[in-house]
Structure formats: structure tokens, C-alpha cells
């Protein structure tokens, strides 16, 4: 089993950065590849991040590509999401999720919530306007 714990999120206005970590503890069978998903009030849990266990190869929404980086250290077990150029819309819970890592690559299916086999509880960010 994995345990994952988020921290790291709060208030901050519009424009300003956070910096959002995963702390993963446990034991697993494989390799993991790691994601950071969100949810806002009345919507369904959307996509944000991933990274591959190497680290060699990451995946961004639209919406965060160029404002979000997602990067990870196996030898702390943590992966961090740097969010900058924050805006009033990434207002959410943010999730880490923990999955098999793919053989090459991100593939698309590492977008989809139904691949994580891990969750943290999630850490509310709220960016004010």
C-alpha cells in the first residue's frame, strides 16, 4: 500500500505562486508514475500534472501548461507542482495520485483519473482576485 499526503495550499492572490507537495510513503510492488489532479466545487476532477518515475518525460493540462511545473526526488519519496501566474479559475482541491509507471513515455490514458490506483486527501488552494 501507498500513502500519499499533500501539503503546501492556501490562499493566495491573483498573479502569485504556491508551491504544492506529495509525500508518498509505503511500499509498493513497481515503479510509479505520479499526478496532480483538482477538483472545484460543482466539477468533476480534472487533469493538471504527471511525471513519470524517471522524471524524463511530463504531461500539463492547457490550462496550466507554461504557469505549472511538476517535478519529483525518488530519494525523498515527494513530488512538488510550482504553480505561478496563479489565477482566480485554479481555485480547487488539489489531489496527488500515484500509478504504474508506463513502459515508454506518458501516454494519454495518464489523464484519466481511472488509472491512479493511489490518492491523497487533497489540499485546498484558493486564489482571490
Known amino acids: 500500500q501507498v500513502q500519499l499526503v499533500e501539503s503546501g495550499g492556501g490562499l493566495v492572490q491573483a498573479g502569485g505562486s504556491l508551491r504544492l507537495a506529495c509525500a508518498a510513503s509505503g511500499s509498493t510492488p513497481s515503479r510509479l508514475a505520479m499526478g496532480w489532479f483538482r477538483q472545484a466545487p460543482g466539477k468533476e476532477r480534472e487533469f493538471v500534472a504527471a511525471i513519470t518515475y524517471s522524471g524524463s518525460t511530463t504531461s500539463y493540462s492547457d490550462s496550466v501548461k507554461g504557469r505549472f511545473t511538476i517535478s519529483r526526488d525518488n530519494a525523498k519519496n515527494t513530488v512538488w507542482l510550482q504553480m505561478n501566474s496563479l489565477k482566480p479559475e485554479d481555485t480547487a482541491i488539489y489531489y496527488c495520485?500515484?500509478?504504474?509507471?508506463?513502459?515508454?513515455?506518458?501516454?494519454?490514458?495518464?489523464?484519466?483519473?481511472?488509472?491512479?490506483?493511489?490518492w491523497g486527501q487533497g489540499t485546498q488552494v484558493t486564489v482571490s482576485s
Open positions: 495520485a500515484a500509478a504504474r509507471d508506463p513502459a515508454f513515455g506518458l501516454p494519454a490514458r495518464y489523464r484519466r483519473t481511472n488509472v491512479y490506483d493511489y
